[in-house]
């Protein structure tokens, strides 16, 4: 069935019936209308051994991280996040100074987005399991979905892509690279940004679509898709991968920044427009790379317009093979 398949049937199982909510399962963040704004709820689970080691990452990084991609579903929503709980499950071995220094990562960047740390739950665990719930609102009464795509809409993303999967790479391998692409490359995986900012943006500049490339970029558009029943026709050429992966990788650069994923910029799609509102109004690259078509499905395409062969979309944790 694949991870995609089991949340569709979880999905179907527990269906809706709040006449409050706007969006349920299969989003970035389900949503609701409260009394005087939509309400936004997401949450996600950082593991050992799937998501980090305690070689690669330190105690402050895994903290850190665990939240930045909850916040990242809040950023694809294009609101703001207000509130998390958060609940740790550790070996009964775990240093009190570990766990000190991990919640130190979560707090350090909860100060940055003013986001309020207000619960959660210890329990013992044969591993390190963080699962955090964020709270947040959209001052707008708007908010970015991945159902809203219409044929004839360019595709386009923040940031350049890329990096994080290589740093990931650098650190499992130990593999070298001169001092500045090093750190580069490492802190892009282990210190990811939440757009935050760029979300808001979105929504103020007329986007509808967005989500947050979590899984890899072909992965997470082709959600998009799936959502809003069309197809995608990507240009590779175009894709904005960092440049110092294109140095370090070289003839992978382009497979890493497709479908690498761990990127958390937004990929988003609206009318060439309001792209270019955003590009103008935007503090961050934006780059269109594509268009929405009618039909099924993401295509790649080289700069001749012969399709573009990827062994794989991206990430996906029951990978079906």
Same mark, same amino acid.
């Given at each position: ?9 979880? *999905?179907?199982? /527990? ?9 349920? =399962? ?20 950082? =593991?050992?051994?799937?998501?980090? !080691? ?7 990084? #895994? ?27 550790? %070996? ?8 000190? /220094?991990?919640?130190?990562?979560? @707090?350090?960047? *909860?100060?940055?987005?003013?986001? !309020? =740390? ?13 699962? =955090?719930?964020? @709270?947040?609102?959209? %001052?707008? &009464? ?31 391998? &130990?593999?070298?690279?001169? %001092? ?24 103020? &500049?007329? #986007? ?28 590779? +050429?175009?894709?904005?991968? +960092?440049?110092? #992966?294109?140095?370090?990788?070289? +003839? ?20 060439? +427009?309001?792209?270019?509102? #955003?590009?103008?109004? *935007?503090?961050?690259?934006? !780059? ?15 700069? /001749? ?14 990978? &079906?093979?």
């Amino acid at each position: 069935m694949g991870e995609f398949g089991l949340i569709d049937l979880l *999905a179907k199982m /527990a269906g809706g019936g709040d006449e409050r909510l706007l969006i349920g =399962i299969g989003d970035d963040a389900a949503a609701w209308r409260g009394d005087d704004s939509i309400q936004l709820a997401s949450v996600d689970s950082f =593991i050992e051994g799937v998501h980090f !080691t305690p070689e690669t990452t330190p105690w402050p990084d #895994v903290g850190g991280k665990a939240l930045a991609v909850n916040l990242s579903d809040i950023a694809a929503m294009g609101g703001i996040p207000r509130y998390a709980l958060v609940a740790l499950s550790l %070996p009964d071995d775990t240093e009190v100074e570990d766990v000190a /220094a991990l919640y130190n990562g979560m @707090l350090n960047l *909860a100060k940055q987005y003013g986001l !309020t =740390i207000v619960g959660g739950d210890i329990s013992r665990a044969p591993m390190v399991a963080i699962s =955090i719930t964020i @709270l947040g609102s959209s %001052p707008a &009464q708007k908010i970015l979905t991945r159902s809203s795509a219409r044929p004839g809409e360019t595709v386009a993303v923040t940031g350049k892509l890329g990096a994080a999967a290589a740093g990931m790479e650098l650190l499992k391998s &130990q593999r070298r690279l001169d %001092p500045e692409a090093d750190t580069r490359l490492k802190n892009a995986f282990l210190h990811p940004t939440p757009r935050i900012a760029e979300g808001l943006l979105l929504v103020e &500049q007329g #986007v509808k679509t967005a989500i947050d490339i979590s899984d890899g970029l072909v992965a997470d558009l082709s959600q998009i898709v799936k959502a809003s029943q069309v197809g995608a026709h990507i240009e590779v +050429e175009r894709v904005p991968v +960092e440049p110092a #992966v294109k140095t370090a990788f070289s +003839e992978r650069a382009l497979e890493l920044a497709l479908s690498g994923g761990e990127d958390y910029e937004l990929l988003f799609t609206a009318s060439a +427009e309001v792209i270019d509102k #955003v590009k103008k109004a *935007a503090s961050c690259p934006i !780059t269109p790379i594509g268009e929405i078509v009618a039909g099924k499905g993401v295509s790649l395409v080289d700069k /001749a317009g012969n399709p573009f062969k990827l062994k794989k979309a991206g990430w996906e944790h029951f990978d &079906q093979r």
